[in-house]
């Protein structure tokens, strides 16, 4: 055994974080050349006051962009195959999409799907693309996807009722404004479920087989912000500090899961997700401590020590199944004071689903890096403790 880090690669966009980054987004498409873009969003956004500014800042530099809002929660297929030909038809030169992971993720594949003209399904598994899509700007509203960092896209295919991973270092956005403003329109439960989604991206990150001293560092500082600012964002919409605060977690866990990859929480949630439409968020947080109990003596001190960054007192000479009791009561508590009691089987995920579950989730290319190797009947084991 060495004990020098092995041979490791860190990816990530330009990141401008801030109150104020978003109103820098004509800036920055001006600086790609671009004078035409396509304005990816969501009905729900429009709503809000944020791509009206974001679209301001693009007519202030002289940018012209055709909106385009068909993305619904889990993105499908047919919505990016639909964008890339607005695309096409409008002569767009860049993409700029303000909203959650949904939104991103489908602007990320409009993108390879218009350079590539492939069928956004093509693209399924690890370096899967072969051309970078045009020039990409994110402005995330959330803070958990981490979508406008990652080398991630989730796409939902429709046919086959399941979530497909497109891992490329060619979905890394270009420019990412990471507005904590924007964020301050949230539901609490939305807050909730995408701040959790971000402790599941740290958490995974750091206990998989690929992490690296780049991401650790990443990891275990998010899990610190969540454990001081995700209860207050959820009380206190409106408060900058906790928004921020959220914020930077999201973003560390990204960039921490983007070159670390996830685990076995992600590949039962995208099965999840796939197969019965369920919020991501939601899905992550049932299943983390479910996970963590069933993974925890393969990585025993790294998850002793995502629980001590949470602010459990765990003494390193700790025996390990008192370590294991301790590292789950901390995991158990956040969720409990994010709301998060729900077991799947409220959510209407039926016994007879499970074995089907199990078999995607075991094909998922997030178990690659799972700190324990896992049958499917394993992780039947665990969808069943968590219902
Ligand atoms: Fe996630």
């Known amino acids: 055994m060495t004990s020098y880090p092995a041979l490791r690669k860190f990816v990530a966009p330009e990141l401008i974080f801030g109150i104020g980054a978003a109103e820098l987004a004509g800036q920055h498409i001006a600086n790609l050349s671009a004078r035409k873009v396509l304005f990816v969003t969501d009905e729900g956004m429009l709503k809000t006051p944020w791509p009206q500014m974001v679209m301001d800042s693009l007519s202030d530099e002289g940018v012209s962009y055709t909106l385009f809002s068909n993305v619904t929660p889990n993105p499908r297929d047919s919505e990016v195959m639909n964008g890339a030909e607005v695309f096409q038809k409008n002569r767009c030169e860049a993409i ?13 594949a409009i993108g390879i799907v218009n350079t590539n003209r492939q069928n956004v399904l ?12 045009p020039p990409l700007v994110c402005v995330p509203t959330t803070s958990g996807s981490a979508a406008d960092v990652s080398q991630f896209c989730i796409i939902n ?8 991973a497109i891992v490329s270092k ?13 964020t301050t329109t949230m539901s609490p439960e939305l807050t909730a479920h995408t701040g959790l989604d971000a402790l599941t ?41 906790a928004r921020s605060g959220m914020s930077l977690a999201s973003t560390y866990a990204g960039l921490a899961f983007s070159n670390a990859i996830l685990g076995a ?26 996970v963590i109990e069933f993974n925890f003596e393969a990585v025993p001190e790294r998850y002793s020590n995502l629980a001590r960054a949470l602010g459990a007192d765990i003494p390193e000479d700790m025996p390990v199944k008192d370590a294991k009791a301790a590292t789950l009561e901390a995991f158990r508590d956040i969720k409990k004071r994010c709301g998060v009691e729900v077991t799947l089987a409220e959510l209407g995920v039926g016994e007879e689903e499970i074995a089907a579950l199990a078999a995607t989730a075991i094909n998922d290319p997030c178990m690659l890096t799972n700190p324990r190797q896992a049958i499917a009947a394993e992780l039947e084991g665990v969808y069943g403790k968590a219902r």
Not at 170 to 182: A, C, F, G, H, R
Not at 203 to 214: C, I, K, M, R, T
Not at 216 to 228: I, P
């Open 96 to 108: 700029v999409v303000v909203g959650g992971g949904s939104a991103i993720d489908c602007a990320k």
């Open 122 to 133: 093509e693209f399924e598994g690890v370096d899967m693309v072969g051309h970078p899509g």
């Open 157 to 164: 295919d429709t046919a086959r009722k399941v979530k497909i």
């Open 170 to 182: 060619t979905m890394v956005p270009d420019v990412s404004l990471i507005d904590p403003l924007l």
């Open 201 to 241: 991206h740290a958490v995974e990150a750091y206990v998989s087989n690929a992490n690296s001293p780049f991401t650790d560092l990443h990891a275990l500082e998010s899990v610190r912000q969540s454990a001081t600012h995700l209860q207050t964002a959820i009380e206190e919409p409106q408060n900058l500090d």
């Open 265 to 290: 929480v992600h590949a039962m949630s995208h099965s999840l997700g796939g197969m019965l439409d369920l919020p991501h968020g939601l899905c992550n947080a049932i299943l983390l401590d479910h």
